[in-house]
């Protein structure tokens, strides 16, 4: 199947600094990759979408410049918390869709990572 | 905007027994994908099934089949020979096609199931 990696897995940061965490996808192309929020028994909130090569696109409500995201290659997306709190603490997930080079993935489905739990303290 | 609606927060089946979850959704677009995702304790989303909204035949994987009708917005999941490994949290979600197919997710059901 298709794999979708994050790094790290926790977090634990102190209030103030950033934290970047990292989605790669293993055996595919991604030139679309998802960046999910989700707290505590809670859904998945969708805060961007990236794109390789250009600007990330930024759901209503979700601060550009708080929450950095990078799709720098096919390959890797990264989300930057800049300036982290303690409100920012959560559980978050990217996937990833297949560019249509694979003939096993569909195009118009999403593959997930395992997530990341940040902590700020 | 697409909203997805989970009415059931929580739901038990035996072992064994058929459960159905039900999931509706409001859209203005013509031409999207539903799916239904697990995410069971480890948290790791995994999809389940998928339905492409121009086609009107079910979609079905092994066990897992949905009851899909357009003109109601209607998207249930039916699990039969229910297993204690379905133990889960599933999610709804409306796949926008003119957005990369970004996901709307419902609120969720959480699936018990018990010896």
């Known amino acids: 199947g298709a794999v979708v990696s994050q790094h790290p897995s926790r977090v634990i940061c102190k209030s103030g600094t950033s934290v970047k965490i990292e989605c790669r996808s293993l055996d595919f192309q991604a030139t679309t990759m998802f960046w999910y929020r989700q707290f505590p028994k809670q859904s998945l909130m969708l805060m961007a979408t990236?794109?390789?090569?250009?600007?990330?696109?930024?759901e209503q409500g979700v601060e550009k410049d708080k929450f950095l995201i990078n799709h720098a290659s096919l390959t890797l997306s990264t989300l930057t918390v800049t300036s982290a709190h303690p409100e920012d603490s959560s559980f978050y997930i990217c996937s990833a869709r297949d560019q249509g080079a694979t003939v096993r993935l569909r195009t118009d489905t999403q593959y997930f990572g395992p997530g990341t739990r940040l902590t700020v303290l | 905007a697409q909203t997805v609606t989970q009415s059931q927060p929580e739901m038990s089946v035996q072992e064994a027994e058929t459960v159905t979850l039900s999931c509706t959704y409001d859209?203005?677009?013509?031409?999207?994908?539903l799916f239904w995702y697990k995410q069971p304790p480890s948290r790791q989303m995994i999809l389940v099934i998928r339905?492409?909204?121009?086609?009107?035949q079910n979609a079905t994987e092994n066990r897992f089949s949905v009851n899909f009708q357009k003109a109601a917005k209607s998207f249930s999941l039916k699990i039969s020979d229910s297993q204690l490994g379905d133990t889960a949290m599933y999610f709804c979600a409306f796949g926008r096609s003119n957005s990369g197919y970004a996901l709307n997710f419902g609120k969720g059901t959480s699936l018990l199931v018990t010896p």
């Open positions: 339905q492409e909204a121009y086609k009107q």
């Open positions: 990236s794109n390789e090569g250009s600007k990330a696109t930024y």
């Open positions: 859209t203005s677009e013509s031409n999207y994908y």
